[in-house]
């Protein structure tokens, strides 16, 4: 699968806090759309290189069974804006009795677009730690829980959720695959200094970006501010030899430590010239 450097429609840019500051995102193609347009409306220069490539699963049948099912859940969690984008039925109303759960307010947005409103979102940390921490989900003994995710997902929250009580259903909903070429766009950006920061939002995402730009793309992003979504994803880009900067959940997160970053006096030599 390929990732080139893509070139999202956006609203023109215009001078502000980011002017002139190009800014990676690695979001999956259809995920990148709204962080792009919110750091081209700060004054920035999206450059969209996807790390993941997201495509339905192989086997469809297992969320087939779960559409057809739906009404003996009690509780579905949605894992991401993608688990709703491949997994939310799309031929069937929602049952009016499942109470729905997303780990961040992106995917709550995903979920009241698709047709399923008033989903609960942690206020602690936008993950499966926050979501635990929600009192409607300390005691589930007995509930039926269905969590949709991709294949080869974390198995801490549906095991959690045992361990509370629950009867827990994994249904694959989509796949994640590595980009096999495409860098090349993503590293010219980065040697000619038109790429002064990168956001990471995935542990998965970072491996993927190290391995497609090759030795010589590795050498660039080291001199860049890795801009990583949760300690996990952090943690992973350290262990690469990069620069990471830790910052809050989902797109506001990210673009609130960029802003930081960028409008910090004692950093301004990170910014280009004007």
């Not at 936008?126 to 269905?146: N, Q, W």
């Not at 979504?229 to 830790?246: K, Q």
Request: net charge neutral; charged share 20%.
């Amino acid at each position: 699968m390929t990732s080139d450097v893509h070139s999202l429609a956006v609203p023109q840019r215009e001078r502000g806090p980011l002017d002139g500051i190009g800014v990676v995102v690695t979001r999956p193609l259809r995920q990148a759309a709204v962080l792009a347009a919110r750091i081209a409306s700060l004054g920035g220069v999206p450059i969209v290189w996807p790390a993941i490539v997201i495509l339905p699963p192989l086997d469809r049948a297992p969320l087939a069974r779960v559409h057809a099912l739906l009404a003996d859940y009690d509780i579905a969690i949605f894992v991401s804006a993608n688990a709703v984008e491949f997994g939310a039925p799309t031929a069937c109303s929602w049952p009016e009795r499942i109470v729905t759960y997303a780990p961040g307010p992106g995917t709550a947005e995903a979920l009241a677009a698709a047709g399923v409103p008033g989903a609960h979102v942690p206020t602690t940390s936008f993950d499966s730690e926050g979501m635990l921490e929600l009192p409607s989900l300390a005691d589930v003994t007995g509930k039926r829980v269905v969590i949709f995710r991709g294949e080869g997902g974390r198995e801490f929250l549906g095991n959690t959720l045992r361990s509370r009580g629950a009867t827990v259903d994994h249904v694959p909903c989509y796949r994640r695959v590595a980009p096999q070429s495409g860098a090349e766009g993503l590293v010219e950006a980065m040697r000619e200094r038109r790429a002064h920061a990168l956001t990471l939002t995935s542990s998965e995402g970072v491996d993927n970006l190290v391995a497609a730009v090759g030795p010589a793309g590795r050498a660039l992003i080291t001199q860049l501010p890795v801009f990583a979504s949760h300690p996990r994803i952090a943690e992973r880009v350290r262990e690469h030899g990069l620069r990471a900067v830790e910052t809050a959940g989902g797109d506001a997160g990210l673009l609130a430590g960029v802003l930081e970053w960028f409008t910090d006096p004692h950093r301004s030599a990170a910014a280009p010239s004007a």
